[in-house]
C-alpha cells in the first residue's frame, strides 16, 4: 500500500503528454517494449467468427502466446544479475491478460500487472524516480493493451459486481488518474458527466479515459450503468475523489476473495506470516 500511495504521490498534476516527452530508463523502456510485443500479438490474431455475446475463443490463442513466452520477456527486460527473478514476473505478466478457460479479466489480473511493477521496483529493475513513468506510461500503456483485448476478444467481466461497483474490468486508472487532476481547476469531478468533456480530456487524463471507455462500451444514461462513478462525481475535490479511490480499492479489489482467491505469491511479493 505504501509503494501505491507513493506512486501516486508522482502522479499529482502531471498530464499523461508531460511523461510521454521524458526520455524513459531503459528498464521502463523494455517494459513498453513488452507491452508493444503484446499489442502485435493482438494485431496476429483476429476474434473467430462465432455467435457469442462473451467470449471470443480466439483469446485462448493470444493468452497461450502471452503465456508461453512470458518468461523470456521479462527475462529480457532482467539485467543478468537479476535473470532469476523472470520466473515470478512472468507469471505475474500472463497472470495480468485475464483468464483463458473463463475468458475473462477483471480487477484481480489488473492487480497481477501492478504487482508485476512493485516486484521490479523492489529488487531494484525499477528506480524511485521510474515511479511516475510506471503509472502514467507503463500502467497506461498496459490498461490501453487490455481495452484493446477486450473490444476485440468481448472477455467477460471477472466477478463483476454489475452497475453498484465502479467499473466492470478496471479499478487503478480512476486512482491515478484523479491524482493527475487534483492541482487543475479547469475540470471538477462533476466534469465525467458532460460527454464531450470527457472525449477532450481523454488524451491527458487516465481518469478521463476510463470514464470514455464505459461510455463507449455501455448505452444509457451515465447514472444508471455507472452509479458509483455518478456520485462520485459530486465530491467536491480531486483530492478528497483520490484518497477515496484508494480506501475504495483496499475494501472491493484486495478485501474481496473472489478477487484475492486466485491471486498468486511468490518469494518477493510474499503471502505473510503470521506471528506465532
Same mark, same amino acid.
Given at each position: 500500500?505504501? /509503494?501505491l500511495?507513493?506512486?501516486?504521490?508522482?502522479?499529482?498534476?502531471? =498530464?499523461l503528454?508531460?511523461?510521454a516527452n521524458l526520455e524513459p530508463?531503459?528498464a521502463v523502456?523494455a517494459?513498453?517494449g513488452?507491452?508493444a510485443?503484446?499489442?502485435?500479438?493482438?494485431?496476429? #490474431?483476429p476474434?473467430?467468427?462465432q455467435?457469442?455475446?462473451?467470449?471470443? =475463443?480466439?483469446y485462448r490463442?493470444?493468452?497461450?502466446?502471452?503465456?508461453?513466452?512470458? *518468461?523470456?520477456?521479462?527475462?529480457d527486460?532482467?539485467p543478468e544479475?537479476?535473470?532469476d527473478?523472470? @520466473?515470478?514476473l &512472468?507469471t505475474?505478466?500472463?497472470?495480468?491478460?485475464g483468464n483463458?478457460?473463463?475468458?475473462?479479466y477483471?480487477?484481480g489480473?489488473e492487480?497481477?500487472? *501492478?504487482?508485476l511493477?512493485?516486484c521490479g521496483?523492489? @529488487?531494484?529493475?525499477?528506480?524511485p524516480?521510474?515511479a511516475?513513468?510506471?503509472?502514467l506510461?507503463?500502467?497506461?500503456?498496459? @490498461?490501453v493493451?487490455?481495452r484493446a *483485448?477486450?473490444r476485440?476478444y468481448l472477455?467477460e467481466?471477472?466477478?463483476?459486481?454489475?452497475?453498484?461497483?465502479?467499473?466492470?474490468?478496471?479499478?487503478?486508472?480512476?486512482?491515478?488518474?484523479?491524482?493527475?487532476l487534483?492541482?487543475?481547476t479547469?475540470?471538477?469531478?462533476?466534469? #465525467?458527466?458532460d460527454?464531450h468533456?470527457?472525449?477532450?480530456?481523454?488524451?491527458?487524463?487516465m481518469?478521463?479515459a476510463?470514464v470514455?471507455?464505459?461510455n463507449?462500451?455501455k448505452? &444509457?444514461?451515465?447514472?444508471?450503468?455507472?452509479? #458509483?462513478?455518478?456520485?462520485i462525481?459530486?465530491v467536491?475535490? /480531486?483530492?478528497? *475523489?483520490?484518497?477515496?479511490m484508494l480506501?475504495m /480499492?483496499r475494501?472491493?479489489?484486495?478485501?474481496?476473495?473472489?478477487?484475492?482467491?486466485?491471486?498468486?505469491f511468490?518469494? @518477493?511479493?510474499a503471502w505473510?506470516v503470521?506471528?506465532e
Open positions: 500500500m505504501s /509503494w500511495r507513493d506512486v501516486n504521490a508522482q502522479c499529482i498534476g502531471v =498530464k503528454s508531460a511523461v530508463s531503459p523502456s517494459m513498453l513488452v507491452l510485443q503484446l499489442e502485435q500479438w493482438l494485431a496476429d #490474431i476474434p473467430q467468427q455467435p457469442m455475446r462473451y467470449g471470443n =475463443k480466439a490463442t493470444w493468452h497461450a502466446k502471452v503465456k508461453e513466452n512470458a *518468461v523470456s520477456l521479462m527475462r527486460v532482467l544479475e537479476l535473470k527473478a523472470a @520466473i515470478e &512472468g505475474y505478466l500472463w497472470e495480468s491478460v483463458a478457460t473463463r475468458i475473462d477483471g480487477t489480473h492487480l497481477s500487472f *501492478v504487482v511493477l512493485f521496483a523492489r @529488487i531494484g529493475l525499477f528506480a524516480t521510474d511516475k513513468a510506471l503509472a506510461s507503463v500502467f497506461n500503456r498496459y @490498461i493493451l487490455m *483485448v477486450q476485440q472477455l467481466p471477472a466477478g463483476s459486481h454489475g452497475v453498484w461497483s465502479l467499473d466492470d474490468y478496471q479499478f487503478l486508472p480512476f486512482y491515478f488518474g484523479a491524482a493527475q487534483r492541482e487543475q479547469q475540470l471538477t469531478p462533476a466534469a #465525467i458527466r460527454k468533456t470527457v472525449n477532450e480530456a481523454r488524451d491527458e487524463y481518469y478521463m476510463a470514455h471507455f464505459i463507449q462500451m448505452t &444509457g444514461p451515465f447514472g444508471e450503468h455507472s452509479p #458509483i462513478l455518478n456520485d462525481s459530486g467536491k475535490t /480531486w483530492q478528497k *475523489v483520490n484518497e477515496g480506501k /480499492w475494501v472491493e479489489c484486495i478485501g474481496k476473495f473472489p478477487v484475492m482467491q486466485h491471486f498468486r511468490g518469494s @518477493i511479493f505473510p503470521a506471528a
